[in-house]
């Protein structure tokens, strides 16, 4: 698998777990959970773009 097909795939994959741990925090009002939740998700949406990049500029 190249590199771009990675981060994307690892990008997507942080984002679920991310959504996962937030929604995890609301539900049992942790608010640290949640922010770790957003956090993740944020990550890696920025890993998604990477991989988004690498994959126009052929990497």
Request: hydrophobic share 35%.
């Amino acid at each position: 698998m190249k590199s771009s097909r990675k981060d994307q795939a690892k990008g997507l994959l942080h984002q679920m777990k991310g959504t996962a741990k937030e929604v995890a925090g609301k539900i049992s009002g942790n608010s640290e959970l949640e922010a770790e939740g957003v956090v993740e998700k944020a990550a890696g949406k920025v890993q998604e773009k990477v991989g988004e990049v690498k994959t126009v500029l052929g990497s």
